[in-house]
Antibody
Framework: EVQLVESGGGLAKPGGSLRLSCAASGFTFSGYSMNWVRQAPGKGLEWVSSISSSGSYIYYADSLKGRFTISRDNAKNSLYLQMNSLRAEDTAVYYC????????????????WGQGTMVTVSS | DIQMTQSPSTLSASVGDRVTITCRASQSISSWLAWYQQKPGKAPKLLIYKASSLESGVPSRFSGSGSGTEFTLTISSLQPDDFATYYCQEYNGYPLTFGGGTKVEIK
């Protein structure tokens, strides 16, 4: 079964850090670009970051201003999001998602999503 | 950056109704548009990609159309399982953008 499972969410203080993980199974992880998408409570979806299958190409939402770092370990079938200098407005469910096409650095719709992990930033 | 505007934000409909949701892009995105369905507490589910291609396993009552800047998602006969929030997303290039969502409610 194709599956993505996020972990690492929780409560963090403003200015603090968290590292999210996304474990992939059921498909050739190294062949797909991966993404993080977040959803603040009661709000819509917001794209956060993308990384190509090899990890060579990385993109971020402008709003993050260098605070987040996406990475992947293809040997471990895992995607990561290092979040630093956290703010209250980063409070959201964070989803990892796979793109449909297995081509390096190819932009496509997101066909597989994890269940999400909740990040709460509060003092 | 491309802005995506969905309308309406809320839609009240009955089972069996034909439902249409519109998504407008601030600049041309060719056919690089996807539609997702999201139910409360769940992850989004891909319905339509490349504006009009039906994702595998999605019922044929869902259809998408449009190109350039104006797109529509149509549900031909609304079923009880279709009451949810729908999002469009453009993937013409980075940064990627989602529409604000359309909540389909029971009338």
């Amino acid at each position: 079964e194709v599956q993505l499972v996020e972990s690492g969410g929780g409560l963090a203080k403003p200015g603090g850090s968290l590292r999210l993980s996304c474990a992939a199974s059921g498909f050739t992880f190294s062949g797909y670009s991966m993404n993080w998408v977040r959803q603040a409570p009661g709000k819509g979806l917001e794209w956060v970051s993308s990384i190509s299958s090899s990890g060579s190409y990385i993109y971020y939402a402008d709003s993050l201003k260098g605070r987040f770092t996406i990475s992947r370990d293809n040997a471990k079938n895992s995607l990561y999001l290092q979040m630093n200098s956290l703010r209250a407005e980063d409070t959201a469910v964070y989803y990892c998602a796979r793109v449909r096409s297995s081509r390096e650095n190819y932009v496509d719709a997101f066909d597989i999503w994890g269940q999400g992990t909740m990040v709460t930033v509060s003092s | 950056d491309i802005q995506m505007t969905q309308s309406p934000s809320t839609l009240s409909a009955s089972v069996g109704d034909r439902v249409t949701i519109t998504c407008r892009a601030s600049q041309s995105i060719s056919s690089w548009l996807a539609w997702y369905q999201q139910k409360p507490g769940k992850a989004p589910k891909l319905l339509i990609y490349k504006a009009s291609s039906l994702e595998s396993g999605v019922p044929s009552r869902f259809s998408g159309s449009g190109s350039g800047t104006e797109f529509t998602l149509t549900i031909s006969s609304l079923q009880p399982d279709d009451f949810a929030t729908y999002y469009c997303q453009e993937y013409n290039g980075y940064p990627l953008t989602f529409g604000g969502g359309t909540k389909v409610e029971i009338k």
